[in-house]
């Protein structure tokens, strides 16, 4: 197949760090979805290029397709204040870049048209999607032949860590990927690319093919091609990659958790890639006691790092890929990403239990061994299995075309009423009061409400309650503020939580101060008129509605939480309002944080060690139990028939959508 190798010094030869290899100068770039219901083909740069570029990494090489503008376009983007982009650098909407590595499985073909088909795999994607670069008609099927023959000897060099030049023929039919199935068929451009399409001769589609017939390639032939090549000009790529920060020194150990040995990777935000820095490290997480545990990563050449293990290194372990990524954070505050990529799924395994054990163990303060059951561990590990390795491009893209709309939105605003959008607000209000910021007393917004039967969300800061209406192009409009929140006597409390209630007519405040009383606000009337004693030993930290949908309803009652008791509360009762009856307190340090129900009014509880407890019914003992995974869980929410949950974990870190068949069923078996 790759019979030319010897001539591929003409493409390579001694170019410096940072440099195109080799082109194909016209085409257009396509993400091809066989088994999507997204669309099967979506085109991404009509115009474009195609490079295998150098990197400041020795054996490191990029794939880069990169946006052509068209006469006049770039002018007009800077006429538009984006000529920053254009002269300054290249954006996402203008490059796509692509570590060259084997796991894309790179290939070539001729597609119906007699065009030449560079595809690889959208690693981010779905099984069997594919980024196409279909080559203009006036590309050469000699250049694509030499395109492959260089990608297959970069990815030589990656994997082998060594020149090209002493891989054999044999070894380059490694990464021709021969099994591979057909290259599906990308949809036209409507309009030609770069030039009129033509058919190809038979003659070209004969180089092309012979690719896998390398006796049928003359060597004259080839070395005009390589030639001709490397004789274009090549733009000049600067980077600085991203160095590695000094290692700390490691504490003394005392038991080792786990010890695997796996390649290092540092991300590297230029090149916007991971970065081998060694190929053989030592990984080690090892306790160093009071329930502290450090990881320690060490080459033969030199420490790499060390850090305690804590939930800021946020793990994230890829299976698919045999890869484990966490950040590390330096005395100076600065941080850096990291990859370690394993030899087998078991050695991953492995580490994975060493390390996440030491984490749990951290933060729970407890052997995991004794705490945790087999069973359970599974969940525990998985919570941090579910990232791909993730190309943000179509993120940032759909990020931009959102903002696009609202921009649209807003001009369409603005001809339609002679000028921008106002924040409303009544005669009585200071405009200060409308800021989302802070107040004059340095209050921030820190609750909302949001109607289920009315037209309104409620935002509370400090001891005023802003009211804003929903419009029906789903915009806020501010209507009005409740200022200075009051007890029934009179004195000003700042609500620490709230919950519409009664069909939303009426809202349930608590003041942080007072923990055995809730307080019910008229939303009529914009004042507090009943004070509701809950119980005199038994303090409210947490309430929520009977069922899922019961704020819509008429219906009074609704749960209550301390920290180691669930109840029912129920306002019509003379005295206080927690229903004995229905009153279930644990012996246990439950440590309950926060609540959810179903449409069934099956409960969902939550607490501050990180565990979910499910209960079909008030005053027994939980069905289903969820481990804990360590970290405070701060809000809840289950969807109405109970399979989802929604977990906010310590706020900044976590956002958890575990699988929990809260029903009959479940709570039976």
Known sequence: MFALKSLSSYLFGNSSKGENIVELPAGALFLVRPDSIKGYSELLFKDAAAYIRRTGQDFQYQLVVQRAYEEGEAELLAEEGEEDEVEGGLGDKDEKTFLLDEELHFRASLNEDGQTVLAWRDLSGDQGDLFEFVADASVRPETATSFELVAAQCQYERKYRKPHQQASEQDLQEFAFEDEPPIPQASPVSTPVRSPTTSPSPAAIRSLNDIRDPDNISDSDMARISAKESATPQKQVG????????????????????????????????????????????????????????????????????????????PVFNFEYLSFIFNHYTEDG??????????????????????????????????????????????????????????????????????????????????????????????????????????????????????????RSFVVRGDKIGVFKHTP?????????????????????????????????????????????????????????????????????????????????????????????????????????????????????????????????????????GDIRMFDRLGINAKTALPALGDPIIGLDVSADGRLSLQPICCPLHLLVPWTPLTPACACG
């Open 239 to 314: 980077q600085t990659p991203t160095k590695a920060p000094a290692a700390r020194a490691a504490p003394e150990s005392r038991e080792i958790l786990t010890k695997e040995h796996a390649e290092l990777h540092l991300f590297d935000f230029q090149s916007g890639t991971f970065i081998l820095q060694d190929e053989d490290v030592q990984a080690e997480v090892f306790e160093v006691g009071s329930w502290k545990y450090w990881l320690q990563i060490s080459g033969d050449r030199k420490q790499w790092l060390g850090q305690g293990v804590v939930p800021d290194i946020n």
């Open 334 to 455: 600065s941080a850096y990403s990291w990859l370690l990529k394993f030899k087998d799924r078991e050695t991953e395994e492995r580490f994975q239990e060493g390390l996440m054990q030491a984490l749990w163990e951290h933060l729970n303060e407890t052997k995991w061994q004794k705490a945790v059951k087999d069973a359970e561990r599974d969940y525990v590990l998985d919570a941090f299995n579910d990232l791909v390795l993730e190309d943000s491009t179509r993120d940032d893209e759909r990020e931009r075309e959102a903002a696009e709309e609202d921009e649209e939105e807003e001009e369409e605003y603005e001809d339609a009423h002679g000028g921008p959008r106002q924040e409303e607000y009544d005669e009585d209000e200071e405009e200060d009061e409308v800021d989302l910021g802070r107040d004059a007393d340095g209050n921030v917004n820190s609750q909302l409400a949001v109607g289920s039967k009315v037209d």
């Open 473 to 609: 192009d789903n915009h806020l409009e501010f209507s009005t503020s409740i200022n200075k929140v009051a007890t029934p006597k009179g004195k000003a409390f700042a609500p620490k939580k709230v919950m519409l209630h009664a069909g939303d007519r009426d809202m349930v405040l608590q003041n942080e101060h007072d923990p055995n009383s809730l307080y019910r606000m008229d939303l009529e009337y914009g004042k507090v008129v009943d004070e509701w004693r809950v119980h005199d030993d038994i303090p409210v930290h947490v309430y929520a509605p009977e069922n899922k949908f019961a704020q819509q309803t008429d219906e009074q009652t609704f749960l209550g939480l301390s920290k180691n008791a669930l109840y029912r509360i129920d306002p019509r009762l003379a005295g206080s309002k927690l229903v004995d009856s229905e009153l279930k307190q644990y012996t246990g340090k439950n440590d309950f944080s926060a609540a959810a129900t179903t449409e069934k009014g099956y409960i969902a509880v939550a607490s501050n060690k």
